[in-house]
């Protein structure tokens, strides 16, 4: 009787595991993932604008990006600070300069001119060697007096006719 029943247990597990329960097998077989979404075929190339945003607008923006960048530089000259930081602001600040010299008519070209040559004399000072803290002092000095002098001389309000697109 023993032996009967666990022929009849061993025949119907074989049965079960051969074929199986079919809604059991479905719950852990992935699915195959479809594809919704069509894809989108543009015939012919958009053109988007160089400058989306109005020239004094453009202008007022990268004047204040070079403000902050001055500011950092400023604000990062002190023996022992960081020279990564010094250079990136200086770089930052050339920069944002050349870009406003794009906006500009001829006449304040050479004055931008003249302080981006200045600012790049400050990157050739801080890129060398070996800099003492009176240097880095006179450098901050320096840059100090440049971001009054181009603040002054270039403010938006005060240049507003030069800005070229107006």
């Known amino acids: 009787m023993i032996r009967t029943f666990f022929y009849v247990c061993l025949v119907s597990c074989f049965l079960f595991v051969n ?29 988007y604008p160089q400058n989306p945003l109005p ?50 008519a001829e006449d304040l070209i050479e004055r931008i ?12 000072r801080l890129e060398s060697t070996f800099i003492t803290s009176d240097d880095l002092r006179r450098i901050k000095r320096e840059a100090e007096k440049q971001k009054l002098r181009i603040d002054r001389d270039f403010v938006f309000s005060r240049i507003e006719e030069s800005v070229l697109g107006r």
């Open 19 to 47: 074929l199986g329960c079919e809604a059991f097998a479905k719950k852990f077989v992935r699915k195959p993932k479809k594809d919704d979404q069509p894809i989108e075929i543009i015939l012919e190339p958009r053109e």
């Open 113 to 124: 001119d003249s302080e981006i040559v200045q600012l790049e004399k400050v990157k050739s």
């Open 55 to 104: 020239t004094e607008e453009l202008y007022r923006q990268r004047f204040t990006f070079w403000k902050y960048w001055q500011d950092e530089l400023i604000n990062s000259l002190y023996p022992g600070g960081n020279r990564k930081k010094q250079l990136e602001s200086v770089s930052y600040s050339i920069e944002f300069l050349n870009s406003l010299k794009m906006l500009l």
